[in-house]
């Protein structure tokens, strides 16, 4: 069998370990907002995001509906669902993996929104609406390689269902909506263009990666892929305990989580840094306080401190610092602690 | 319908929102006064716009009709209705998603990304009431009474000043300054939404009560002639065109008058009005003043529209204004006599950023960059040739189909299905049915620089400027998003620096260690440029390609040993045509001795003609920009 069947484990990821924190955040609080992935090829980007897969927790939805609508959330319910509730009908609950659903870039609109189903329309003269990958990405991860090369007109579809969390769909003869609720992740290689300013803000956090340079590092990177490739089942099963951890840790800290409480010196503390770095809006305050707390979480702790602060601020700082036309945006590191200091 | 389903607690509460006090104003008015049908909330990214937008729900009865940016044409007018063409073999209407919106809220998140025609035509549609459709055998209209709600953030695209008036009112907004309390609202709300929201729901009742009490005064509210005098002369004094701005202001006043229990109009009410009425309708070009008074009026608008935030800005840009001169200067100590050429072989000049002229483009005139871009808008769409791309529309197919749109296909066939066969299938589809779709995608232009990197142009520090002169044109690329590549050519060949790319941070980091020296093969550069562009062009079909030559035309480095370089590389020139290839030439050379050379190459290349030394901020805007669009 190919290892191409077979995803690299997350837990097996040599350093990058700003990426990884990145998505792990997210994992555990959604509305963070997704993470955007900047860096040169060949640097683990991709296997990264595939791999998070294993490692993701089982989330409860209604059983038996396309959308797998959050029982939750019944104001969020797709048509069919809210039509049962409306109805009284008692919706099953059940329990599925959480995906990593791709968005490939040679997508059509129709694949990605959803379009009319052609057989049903056919056979049954009646409309009906064919789910697409907006669809598949609710409550899962939605991936984006290359997302600096999305065509314009499907990055305007991501936006809305980004904004919203609900996916509107106004084409082709159907008119319907569904919930579209994802983290959606996006991998980009910056040599080969800019992100579209407002797309760019919609990425809760981002990550630059570079290649690891210590020598050491490099050499383990090779050992475990190697490994990996010779027998990629056994690799896995070696790792399985591991992830089984990893899974759990984040399990965890998803109801940890939401024990934490907002206090007021780490508001100030948050809009401290963003009023010191100049951030427009007030999405990197939210989002950073979100970080903070999910790092708390992802440590078991029930608290916010410093540190948390500290480890997540780049990561929401970087791709939201205003920058003219030729500046490349970095957050130096030196002038945070500096700020952090001083609050 | 869905979005009518959705409850309160997905959307945070309306009197939660701190600030964003003109958006409120904004809103309120439009809920109050039928008369205010179209309102545009703007500002940069994260100040809450779309939260305010959608927080209407908690205050008003109407339902809110969402407008998604991929809607199509029919979905949002109507068209004709498959399921009733099916069964009756005739088409009927069925309204599109203005029909549902009759009575209720329309929002329009991001609408200046949407296509302009849409736009338009949604904004005709709500201004004059109806709605009218004349497509596949339909012509119909229905009557449509909403009311607009949209947002837009500039920093992608502004929309075409013509767009912009149909906005009763554009309400703009910066962000709260007690970002502390921002985030501890909203730190609660998404700690329990239901209950955060509860906890406003007497706030949110006075709000109701409010609107509910400016309606019944709004009738017996007036306005004296005083008042109206002074709204003509406001709008005169900043050139608002037409009279949609002081009809807006009017009506404006008279509802903030109703929603502050008084029947008449006072002062106060027509200044905020006309804040809320008048910023998108400023006129920002009077006939072309001297440049340093625009530059201070523009200012001055910037101050009062964007307030301080904005303010600091533009000086911050101002800074660098004082080392202008410092290179200059710099040059003319610097300028080596001519024989050391050798010594400067390998030399990196720094860009010419300061260089003077070209630099006051690039960051003093934000209105003006604006102004072009959305002039810009009309070559963005082009009709995409594989199945990537906008379902913009549908035609009789012209070969075979390979991209059915199965939507204009099936109602073709509607129509006849009473008198076809169809088996056990509900339609029979015949080959006379088939449409096929129209896509359209949005298309940049490449812009190729191909740069004269040879010691003749280092040695007379020109590189200096000719970086400064590709840096101006690359920050326009910026803002429009073009691709930008770059070649040079010096000692005996020619390099691709960099590929076109949408990068303008890399290329302009190519563009800092571009290196010069040697001597100049401008034969082979026009080869290998024209080789390139004819490939690249090949494979970005409905691209607008562009080669920008920067030499003086002067040539030392022939392709055949032996002939003359100069008048080598103007046969070359003369051969070369490659289809959706445009070139530009601007000629570096300097001084008295200027020989022709280059205003040769570009006749012989069909190009345009312009000297590095002419293009100061005027004619390059009016100039490389203009033939570029």
Not at chain 1, 302 to 324: C, G, Q, T
Not at chain 2, 19 to 38: H, S
């Amino acid at each position: 069998m190919s290892s191409e069947n077979f995803v690299y484990p997350f837990t097996k990821i040599v350093g990058q370990e700003k990426m990884k924190k990145a998505l792990l955040l997210n994992v555990v609080d959604p509305t963070i907002g997704g993470v955007l992935i900047k860096g040169e090829k060949g640097t683990a980007k991709s296997t990264a995001v595939r791999s998070l897969a294993q490692i993701l927790p089982m989330r409860e939805n209604v059983s038996n509906c396309v959308f797998r609508c959050d029982l939750s959330r019944p104001d969020t319910y797709c048509p069919y669902c809210s039509e049962k509730a409306a109805k009284g009908v008692a919706l099953e609950p059940i329990n599925t993996e959480i995906r990593v659903v791709e968005l490939p870039l040679s997508a059509t609109e129709d694949r990605v929104a959803g379009t009319l189903d052609i057989e049903h329309i056919l056979k049954t003269g009646e409309k009906k609406f064919e789910p697409g990958i907006l669809a598949q990405a609710n409550g899962n991860l939605l991936y984006v390689d290359e997302v600096n090369l999305l065509d314009d007109h499907l990055v305007d579809l991501l936006l809305d269902s980004a904004a919203m969390g609900r996916n509107y769909v106004e084409r082709e003869g159907v008119s319907f909506s569904h919930p579209s609720r994802f983290i959606l992740v996006g991998t980009m290689n910056p040599e080969e263009g800019d992100l579209r300013p407002q797309l760019l803000d919609r990425f809760g956090l981002s990550v630059d990666v570079k290649g690891e340079k210590d020598a050491k590092f490099r050499a383990e990177v090779v050992k475990r892929r190697l490994k990996f490739d010779e027998d990629p089942a056994a690799y896995i099963k070696a790792n399985e305990e591991e992830a089984k951890e990893m899974t759990r840790r984040i399990t965890d800290a998803k109801l940890l989580f939401k024990k934490i409480e907002t206090d007021d010196d780490a508001i100030d503390m948050v809009v401290g840094i963003t009023t010191h770095f100049g951030v427009d809006g007030h999405r990197a305050d939210i989002t950073m306080m979100k970080a903070a707390k999910a790092n708390a979480a992802l440590d078991g702790r029930n608290e916010i401190d410093k540190d948390d602060i500290r480890e997540v601020a780049d990561l929401v700082l970087s791709h939201r610092i205003r920058r003219r036309p030729f500046e490349s945006s970095v957050i130096d590191a030196g002038e945070l602690e500096e700020c952090l200091r001083t609050l | 319908m869905p979005s009518d389903a959705v409850m309160d607690t997905t959307s945070f509460p309306f009197s939660a929102v701190l600030g964003m006090d003109d958006a409120k104003k904004a809103i309120m008015c439009a809920l109050v006064n039928p008369k205010i049908k179209c309102v545009l909330i703007k500002g940069r990214s994260g100040v809450a716009k779309s939260t305010i937008a959608r927080s209407v729900r908690g205050i008003c009865e109407k339902s809110i009709v969402n407008v998604p940016l991929n809607v199509a044409n029919e979905q949002l007018f109507g068209g004709m209705d498959i399921e009733s063409a099916l069964k009756t073999g005739s088409p009927a209407l069925k309204k599109g998603i203005l029909g549902r919106a009759d009575g209720n809220l329309i929002y329009f998140d991001d609408v200046n990304l949407a296509d302009d025609t849409l736009t338009m035509s949604l904004l005709d549609s709500i201004l004059c009431g109806r709605v009218i459709i004349e497509r596949e055998g339909i012509s119909s209209s229905y009557s449509v009474d909403a009311a607009l709600i949209a947002t837009m953030n500039p920093e992608e695209k502004e929309m075409s000043d013509h767009i912009m008036d149909r906005f009763d009112i554009c309400a703009n907004s910066s962000g709260e300054e007690r970002k502390d309390e921002v985030l501890r609202r909203n730190m609660s709300y998404s700690d329990d939404p239901s209950l955060f929201c509860q906890s406003y729901s007497e706030e949110e009742e006075e709000i109701k009560n409010k609107i509910k009490r400016a309606k019944r005064i709004l009738p017996t509210v007036r306005i004296s002639d005083d008042l109206i005098q002074i709204i003509v002369e406001l709008c005169g004094k900043i050139g608002a065109a037409g009279h949609r701005g002081d009809i807006s202001v009017a009506n404006t006043a008279m509802t903030l008058a109703a929603l502050n229990d008084r029947d008449e109009v006072i002062k106060k009410d027509v200044e905020e009005a006309a804040i809320l009425c008048l910023s998108h309708r400023r006129n920002y070009s009077p006939p072309p003043p001297p440049p340093e008074e625009d530059e201070k009026e523009e200012e001055e608008q910037d101050q009062e529209e964007e307030k301080e935030d904005e303010k600091e800005q533009n000086d911050d840009k101002n800074e660098p204004e004082e080392d202008w001169d410092e290179p200059e200067k710099d040059d003319k100590q610097d300028e080596p006599p001519p024989n050391m050429e050798g010594m400067l072989d390998e030399m990196l000049f720094e860009i010419g950023e300061q260089f003077k002229v070209i630099d006051f483009l690039g960051q003093g005139d934000k209105k003006r960059i604006k102004k072009t871009k959305s002039r810009m808008g009309r070559r963005e769409t082009v009709e995409s040739c594989d199945s990537t791309g906008r379902y913009s529309g549908y035609r009789m197919p012209r070969e075979r189909v390979s991209d059915v749109a199965l939507d204009a296909t099936i109602r073709e066939a509607a129509t006849h299905q009473r008198s076809r066969e169809k088996g056990s299938m509900a339609i029979n589809i015949e080959e006379s049915d088939l449409r096929e779709k129209v896509r359209e995608r949005r298309s940049g232009c490449t812009i190729m620089f191909v740069v004269d990197a040879s010691g003749s142009i280092g040695v007379r520090k020109r590189m200096v400027a000719v970086k400064g002169a590709i840096l101006s044109m690359l920050r326009e690329s910026y803002v429009k998003r073009d691709r930008v590549g770059m070649m040079a050519f010096r000692r005996s060949s020619t390099e691709v620096i960099l590929p076109p790319t949408k990068s303008v941070e890399y290329s302009h980091r190519k563009l800092e260690e571009l290196p010069t020296g040697g001597k100049t093969p401008l034969g082979n550069a026009l080869t290998e440029a024209g080789c390139y562009m004819a490939t690249y062009s090949k494979h970005h079909p409905g691209e607008s390609c562009y080669v920008v030559l920067l030499t003086d035309g002067r040539a030392n480095v022939p392709m055949e040993s032996g002939s003359d370089a100069i008048s080598e590389a103007q046969e070359i020139a003369e051969k070369i045509k490659i289809h959706g290839v445009k070139w530009i030439v601007i000629d570096v050379a300097s001084g008295f001795k200027r020989f022709n050379h280059a205003k040769e190459l570009a006749m012989k290349l069909e190009g345009t003609y312009f000297r590095l030394d002419d293009l100061n901020a005027e004619n390059l805007s009016a100039g490389v920009k203009a033939l570029i669009s």
